[in-house]
């Protein structure tokens, strides 16, 4: 069967090379790689099919590595998102590997759920891979090469701690698992339930109180670790090299949601609240800046979305009120006429505790074209954050027969090729998530994906 050639400027996390590599059709692995500004006849791997100009960036796929694509046997939350439209949202996203959410209506705890997923998801072009839920009664499964999740906190669903000691009691069970956390301590959001915005009911003590006996549980259990959607720089920064420095590879994501948006911007305008509300909240400017820096500087490991689609009208649901019935308007349509006739009450409901959660699977390469532009990551920096290092994640889940992470040899030749001369407006007609909103809607991006193949083959 003939392979797939494809032409242009590749960029792995240690270098970048024009050049061209094949594809086998039938398996979808990358067979050949040849670098060099021209081919000789003898030198070249054939006619390519794929061309791309120099100022086109081809990088080994995408992986996003914490998403919730809602679906579950019980069909419940389909309404929100599916992994029909996930696949989707995905490809448009430039995404070609993502990593699943247990904490859906019946969360993922069993090897006879895990398998329902799994077969659920054969047959997409995305490869899908699930992480089980961790609660107070669960247990490891038998099935090797598994990914748990643990909640600290409530989040959605009924798969969470409330206490140091309920985690310890649970987690004594997976000693030397793979288990990615979702750090919030329980005591001091409630304590701080009643503040008047997100960022105070869910402060920055939350997460630094429950990383600190996260990190002893680590240590005590031997766990190979990973803290999810990391929203704060600081004295967490501080834990976490030091954690590291006593011989253990614990790992971090960060949401473009934490890089994008801060508090400070929100002080300004607070009826944007209801957009970017997400767990662990927002924080300040200096947050913002941190969190950058981190991922630049390989402190953070991974960029990872989050994608936790909800409608507008559950996004808003603090806009549901009698005069908004007696109007027969939805929650965001009263937010929209809020906005127009009485902007200070529409600030003061958008600040009230409303549903966290964003799709961000569809504007995942944008941000990596920000990242460049505006903060001066180079495309290594993105090859590391949104390619290999999610690869590596997968590839101890995965059992082959090729990997993810990289253009090579015995990798899948799945690419994704970022466009960084060709801007794109976030348009709410283009999105591929069912829920159709973005919390990036009508921002501009300086870069756009110019494709994305999977395998071999090219889907956009």
Not at 220 to 243: M, N, Q, T
């Amino acid at each position: 069967m003939q392979n797939i050639i494809v032409q242009g400027r590749f960029i792995n996390t240690e270098e970048e090379f024009f050049g061209q590599i094949a594809i086998d059709q039938q398996t979808g692995l990358i067979t050949r790689v040849a670098r060099g500004e021209e081919f000789p006849e003898q030198k070249a791997l054939g006619p390519p099919n794929y061309i791309f100009p120099k100022d086109v960036l081809i990088f080994s796929g995408f992986g996003d590595i914490h998403i919730h694509a809602r679906e579950d046997e019980t069909g419940e939350q389909c309404y929100k998102e599916d992994y029909t439209t996930v696949n989707a949202a995905a490809i448009h996203g430039g995404v070609v590997h993502t990593s699943d959410m247990p904490n859906t209506k019946a969360p993922l705890i069993t090897a006879a759920q895990l398998h329902w997923h799994q077969n659920r998801c054969k047959g997409y072009p995305v490869t899908m891979f699930h992480y089980v839920g961790i609660g107070q009664e669960t247990r490891p499964l038998e099935e090797e090469n598994v990914a748990y999740k643990v909640f600290t906190s409530h989040s959605v669903g009924t798969l969470f701690f409330r206490s140091e000691e309920e985690l310890r009691n649970a987690l004594q069970h997976y000693r030397k698992k793979r288990v990615s956390f979702h750090v919030e301590d329980f005591a001091i959001i409630e304590a701080n339930k009643d503040k008047p915005t997100h960022d105070k009911r869910k402060p920055v003590e939350c997460v630094e109180k429950a990383l600190e006996y996260v990190l002893k549980i680590i240590e005590d259990y031997d766990l190979e670790a990973k803290l999810c959607h990391w929203p704060v720089g600081g004295k967490s920064f501080d834990l976490i090299a030091k954690h590291r420095a006593r011989g253990y590879n614990t790992t971090l994501e960060v949401s473009p949601l934490h890089l994008y948006f801060d508090t400070d911007m929100l002080k300004e305008k607070p009826e944007r609240w209801p957009y970017v509300q997400m767990n662990p909240a927002l924080q300040g400017r200096e947050h913002r800046l941190a969190l950058i820096e981190a991922l630049r500087n390989g402190f953070i490991q991974y960029l990872a979305t989050d994608h936790a689609p909800h409608t507008l009208d559950e996004k808003f649901k603090q806009f549901k009120t009698e005069e908004q019935e007696a109007l027969e308007m939805t929650p965001k349509e009263y937010y929209l006429h809020l906005q127009k006739t009485n902007i200070e009450e529409c600030r003061r409901l958008a600040c009230l505790d409303g549903t966290s959660g964003t799709p961000q699977l569809d504007t995942y390469g944008l941000i990596a074209t920000w990242l460049m532009k505006e903060h001066k990551f180079t495309p290594q920096d993105i090859a590391r954050v949104c390619a290999e290092n999610p690869g590596t994640f997968v590839n101890q889940l995965h059992p082959g027969p090729g990997k993810f992470g990289r253009i090579d040899v015995g990798y899948y030749g799945s690419l994704t090729i970022l466009d960084t001369t060709k801007t794109t407006t976030v348009r709410r007609e283009d999105l591929q998530t069912k829920v159709r909103w973005s919390p990036f809607e009508n921002m501009t991006f300086p870069g756009s994906v110019a494709a994305t193949f999977i395998k071999g083959i090219r889907y956009s």
